[in-house]
């Protein structure tokens, strides 16, 4: 079963960042915080993941509260391209799958 | 190139019959994955093998049975093919034992049974 919450779907404008929360409350020590996305009919595709510092990468941010309970992956300049369902993953570094929830589908509008 | 490749895109076969689908990877994984997305879009995994082994097997029937005959190969190959079985097949693979690990995504296989 998957270990964390996400809005079901969300909205953003085109040019605007895009900030999209996770609740993982019993997230271990161990565990990583990862997320994925699928555009339309593709593939999931990495973005990001995170232990317990803000990571930024070419694609996105990640904030990681202090207490690890939640996260909010952060797309800064929100493109028509970045419509696609974004996928929350707390996995264990020695876990051999990812688990997937429902994921935030994300619309951006022009 | 591309990293992780599945053959065919799309399999349409009647009820009954036997079909496989290939998946190759050129990133020198070790550890390769099959995952189901039903209609509903429920991603699951079904399976995964490091290094030709399996350490995987999530309760998936036995009409479905893997095969690794290397370490960049990973096929699924489906015995009496069901309605239910109707659904898109993605392959991916990854590093196991290493920190940091990603897994890479094939295009993924849309089966449909009539």
């Known amino acids: 079963d998957a270990k964390t919450t996400q809005p079901p779907s969300m909205d953003c404008a085109e040019g605007r960042a895009a900030n999209l929360p996770c609740n993982h409350s019993?997230?271990?020590?161990?565990?990583?915080v990862y997320w994925y996305r699928q555009i339309h009919s593709q593939g999931p595709q990495y973005i990001i993941h995170?232990?317990?510092n803000n990571e930024t990468n070419e694609m996105a941010s990640l904030i990681i509260t202090e207490d690890r309970k939640s996260s909010t992956l952060i797309l800064p300049h929100a493109t028509l391209r970045d419509t696609a369902v974004y996928y929350c993953?707390?996995?264990?570094?020695?876990?051999?799958?990812?688990?997937f929830g429902q994921g935030t589908r994300l619309t951006i509008n022009p | 190139d591309t990293a992780v490749s599945q053959t065919p895109k799309y399999l349409v076969t009647q009820m009954g019959n036997d079909k496989s689908i290939k998946c190759e990877q050129n990133?020198?994984?070790?550890?390769m994955y099959w995952y189901k997305q039903d209609s509903k879009k429920f991603l699951k995994i079904m399976f995964s093998?490091?290094?030709?082994?399996?350490?995987i097997n999530e309760t998936v029937p036995n009409r479905f049975s893997p095969k690794s005959p290397d370490k960049a190969h990973l096929n699924l190959h489906i015995n009496s093919l069901e309605l239910g079985d109707s659904a898109v097949y993605f392959c991916?693979?990854?590093?196991?034992?290493?920190?940091?690990?990603?897994?890479?995504f094939g295009q993924g296989t849309r089966l449909t049974v009539v």
């Open positions: 991916a693979s990854s590093h196991q034992g290493y920190l940091n690990t990603e897994a890479f």
């Open positions: 019993t997230i271990s020590g161990n565990e990583y």
């Open positions: 995170g232990l317990k």
């Open positions: 993953i707390v996995r264990d570094q020695g876990a051999q799958k990812l688990v």
């Open positions: 990133l020198g994984h070790d550890t």
């Open positions: 093998y490091n290094n030709k082994e399996l350490i």
